[in-house]
C-alpha cells in the first residue's frame, strides 16, 4: 500500500517503521531506499520545515538569476556555516 501511494513521504509509514514518524531523517533514509523517485521532494519538505527560514531556502521567487542566488548563498557561508549542493539523479553538475 505505502509502496504504491502518489505521495509516500507525505503518509506513515508501515509497520515497525511507524516509530520513525517522529524521526523524520530517518523517514527520509527509509524512504530513499523504497522511493528514490521521492526523495528530492521529502528533502524539501524537511528543509522547509527543519532548518530556520528553510522556507527562504527552497522557495525562491524567480526573479533573481542562477548566478545571483549562487552569489547570495556564498555570501551567507563561513567557516562555520557551510553549504551542500544536492545533485538529483541524472544531473550533470
Do not use: H
Amino acid at each position: 500500500e505505502w509502496f504504491n501511494e502518489v505521495a509516500p513521504e507525505e503518509q506513515k509509514l508501515p509497520l515497525d517503521w511507524k516509530r520513525l514518524e517522529n524521526e523524520p531523517l530517518k523517514k527520509m533514509l527509509v524512504l530513499r531506499c523504497l522511493r528514490p523517485d521521492r526523495i528530492t521532494i521529502a528533502m524539501a519538505d524537511w528543509i522547509r520545515i527543519a532548518l530556520p527560514n528553510g522556507r527562504d531556502y527552497m522557495d525562491c521567487d524567480g526573479s533573481s538569476s542562477f548566478m545571483a542566488v549562487l552569489t547570495n548563498s556564498y555570501e551567507d557561508t563561513s567557516p562555520a556555516t557551510p553549504i551542500f549542493f544536492i545533485l538529483s539523479p541524472g544531473s550533470d553538475p
